[in-house]
């Protein structure tokens, strides 16, 4: 059954490899939790799905270093690093998206390769507000997706950070300007 108003919260890649203290972190991470949490809290009021993305790589994924990728290894199927951060607040009925788990094939979008698209259209959901890490990564790639498939997006500026900070402002206006509502 669809919420009333037909919105879903999508909460992007908040684990605990991409805050304090994991093997890609972004700066200022935990400063989102309160705001995550207090979304969580509100959705869960409205009767909104709840999803949350997170990267779960194979151990030999081709994005990491030792395999020419960009990244250092990150987000370890079943590893805690891997883990959604122990602050966040994520209810027992949120779904839970997997991305970038073939070895050969990066995911950056919550919407990459997970049939996510068809979850929330089987569910009449066509609009998401969305938070989470990392802002000029994984955020960015998510809501342009979501964009171009035809939801309405709603991003919580205070509920993400992204891995170059002066660049915010920069990518906040890009997904403005590609028809995201930018909440500060």
């Not at 909104?48 to 990728?69: E, N």
């Not at 607040?89 to 998206?97: G, K, N, Q, S, W």
Request: include cysteine.
């Amino acid at each position: 059954m669809a919420a009333p108003d037909h919105t879903a919260l999508l909460l992007v890649d908040i684990q605990n490899d991409f805050c304090t203290g994991g093997a890609l972190p972004v700066p200022d991470s935990e400063a989102i939790i309160p705001v995550v949490n207090a979304a969580i809290a509100d959705a869960q009021d409205k009767g909104w799905p709840i999803v949350a993305s997170r990267d779960w790589h194979p151990v030999d994924h081709c994005s990491f270093h030792h395999r020419g990728g960009p990244w250092p290894v990150h987000c370890v199927q079943d590893t805690d690093g891997a883990a959604f951060h122990d602050e966040l607040d994520l209810p027992a009925t949120a779904v839970r998206v997997s991305k970038g788990s073939a070895f050969e094939q990066d995911a950056y979008s919550a919407f990459d390769g997970t049939q996510l698209e068809q979850y929330l259209t089987r569910h009449g959901i066509e609009r998401l507000q969305v938070a989470g890490l990392a802002l000029d990564v994984c955020v960015r790639a998510t809501v342009l997706d979501a964009l171009r498939l035809g939801f309405a997006v709603e991003l919580l500026a205070s509920g993400t950070r992204a891995v170059v900070a002066d660049g915010t402002e920069d990518v906040f206006a890009e997904l403005a300007e590609a028809g995201a509502g930018v909440v500060h």
